[in-house]
């Protein structure tokens, strides 16, 4: 059984079964693939449109109506969305681990600091902020949903996501970047259109029609960044902040040029300002409404951000919602469950299995497989536009040489790594414990043996810092060249200096720490006492200079030398994650979506020198394999 981590304070067995398999390579380009699969899902939405949806009442008498009703006139909105971190923010199990975590260390004095962001819906209509994901209503599962953001009436600062969602049935307007002109054209051809905008018993209309919303409302901040202000800049209660983003973008350049949020988070490259990709506004029961060439915001919101939940679970897929959460966790996608091959040698007595109740069925694990393989899919595109705005923010330069490169002589090399970014700080975003940049260099000999490495990690996927478990424990060293570029929490604790940890909440002050408002103003010193933030992270537009230096001992032989280099990304680390009480799937996952920015080889040559003398005791930032 594998354990998504979605309940608080529960524990269930979880699954290691190694690596994921192999799910193949596809030739077709991620962009062309979406649009196909963008196509396909508009089909597949108009032909069962006519058909009954067994959640339909549920959703028509709800007034916090579900992104799944949205769908049906807004395809590709809603499958870039499913697939993006707003619908991953209340499914994501890190997030629950983290939460639960930080609650219990706090002794529960954060409160619903974390699920009203999170988790906004289901904590304004009053959802205990410790209640299991799959014992909350359905709307509570979407996370950063459609009405989240289109159903916001009143410009809202910075006031750590409490903001408030206006209740209101699906045939209601909703608030967006215009006036929605072309609405106009379906509201007055409801025949044509086969939509009624009225839900009770005087409608003439069709049971089989659509429900929707009525003539939109301008609300010009949602095409504005202070509308991603009430989530994107935060401080937990002792003053010290968890999100910086926009902070940071309203001191920088791109601030000054007038580039918004969503010009590089919602336009056609992922991470730059270069316009918008075009799209009708709607597609009501097949027929284009409106300009087929009007503007069109991206909803995957780029972002270096990734998921690990259980793939039936993410992306956000109508058709997994056949099965409740507790069923999929149940599934054990890391096996062959489900794969048609597989099953018929089970079938046939060929291959012995065991399955829960839930799963006993071939049908079910074939549709299961089914659902899960849409999903790889978009995930793979998710991870495609991951690397694309990762890329397309940063810039290597080098390495630059000095001095003779001679064998027997210290070789002295450095990068120049800018941040190409106009907009934040690379990395941004939540800060302290997450996320993970850092610059990964090996020397290759001329016998293809690695020489000399420094940003290389233990046996858990950890860089070797002081919060490395091989490193304390002494099985590898201490990478003391390492440039990492993730911010860090400095906690005071009982004795001792300032600390780096994990979380900000200096735990062992007190027997019952709490969190609570600083004595003093945090204006006064920029940060509450005893807790502070050590940034590491470049600003807009700047660079910084990485040296390093190879002992001349490891330089023995003469002839062709290869350095290697990239950036490594990953969301967090797994000494954190271990703390917080992740599961061994939870790990496993976070490692496979690590990614790889700018790897580069150089070659040059190194002389003989008169000093070149081979030590085998001593590689500096190696680990013996």
Not at 172 to 177: Q, R, W
Not at 509 to 528: E, F, Y
């Amino acid at each position: 059984m594998l354990e998504g981590s979605l309940r608080r304070e529960s524990t269930k067995p979880c699954l290691d079964t190694g690596a994921t398999k192999d799910r193949g390579n596809s030739k077709m380009s991620h962009r062309n693939f979406f649009r196909l699969f963008i196509f396909g899902m508009i089909v597949w939405s108009s032909n069962s449109s006519s058909k009954e949806d067994p959640h339909a009442a549920v959703f028509a008498e709800s007034n916090y109506p579900s992104a799944i009703q949205c769908a049906s006139c807004h395809p590709k909105v809603f499958w870039e969305w499913a697939v993006s971190n707003h619908a991953y923010s209340s499914i994501s199990p890190m997030f629950h681990k983290f939460e639960q975590a930080l609650n219990s260390l706090a002794s529960g004095t954060i409160g619903s600091f974390c699920v009203r962001c999170h988790q906004q819906v289901a904590t304004q209509m009053g959802e205990p902020r410790e209640k299991a994901l799959w014992e909350r209503s359905d709307i509570s599962r979407e996370g950063v949903t459609c009405i989240t953001c289109h159903r916001i009436s009143n410009e809202f600062g910075k006031v750590n996501g409490e903001r408030h969602v206006m209740p209101a049935p699906i045939n209601a307007p909703v608030y967006g970047a215009g006036t929605g002109n072309a609405i106009e054209q379906v509201l007055t051809n409801a025949d044509k259109y086969e939509v009624s905008v009225l839900t009770d018993d005087k409608a003439p209309t069709n049971d089989q029609w659509s429900v929707i919303h009525t003539k939109p409302i301008e609300f010009t901040q949602i095409s504005k960044s202070e509308f991603c202000v009430s989530c994107h800049q935060v401080a937990v209660h002792p003053g010290i902040k968890l999100e910086v983003v926009w902070e940071q973008y309203r001191a920088s350049p791109a601030a000054d040029a007038g580039i918004t949020c969503q010009d590089c988070h919602m336009g056609k490259v992922p991470g730059e300002p270069a316009g918008y990709d075009t799209w009708p506004i709607a597609i009501v029961n097949g027929q284009t409404v409106g300009d087929p060439n009007a503007k069109h915001s991206n909803h995957l919101f780029y972002g270096p951000g990734y998921p690990i939940a259980h793939p039936g679970l993410f992306p956000f897929n109508p058709k997994a919602i056949k099965w409740s959460i507790d069923d999929w966790l149940k599934f054990d996608y890391r096996s062959p469950w489900g794969e048609p091959k597989w099953e018929e040698k089970v079938e046939k007595g060929l291959i012995g299995a065991e399955f829960p109740p839930e799963w006993s069925s071939r049908e079910d694990r074939e549709e299961a497989r089914y659902v899960i393989s849409l999903n790889y899919r978009l995930l793979e595109d998710k991870k495609k536009s991951r690397i694309e705005v990762m890329e397309n923010s940063m810039h290597i330069d080098g390495p630059f040489f000095t001095g003779k490169m001679e064998t027997g002589k210290s070789l002295k090399f450095s990068y120049n790594i800018k941040n190409k970014d106009s907009g934040h700080n690379l990395p941004s975003g939540s800060l302290g414990a997450q996320p993970e940049l850092w610059f990964n260099v090996a020397l290759v000999d001329p016998d293809g043996v690695t020489v000399w490495e420094t940003g290389y990690v233990d046996k858990y996927g950890d860089m070797a810092d002081i919060h490395s478990l091989e490193v304390a424990a002494g099985t590898i060293k201490y990478d003391k060249q390492l440039f990492n570029l993730q911010t860090k929490f400095l906690t005071t604790n009982v004795k001792g200096t300032d600390r780096e940890m994990y979380l900000p909440v200096n735990f062992d002050v007190d027997q019952l720490p709490h969190i609570r408002p600083a004595g003093v103003p945090t204006s006064v010193i920029n940060h509450p006492p005893l807790i502070r933030m050590e940034g590491r992270s470049l600003p807009p537009l700047t660079s910084r200079k990485v040296d390093y230096k190879v002992p001349g001992k490891l330089i023995t032989k003469p002839g062709k030398y290869t350095l290697q280099s990239r950036f490594r990304s990953r969301a967090e680390p797994i000494y954190f994650m271990k703390f917080v009480g992740a599961t061994v799937d939870m790990e496993q996952s976070i490692n496979e979506w690590m990614i790889d920015i700018h790897p580069y080889a150089a070659e040059f040559e190194i002389t003989n020198g008169r000093n070149g003398k081979k030590d085998e005791k001593s590689y500096p930032g190696y680990v013996s394999k």
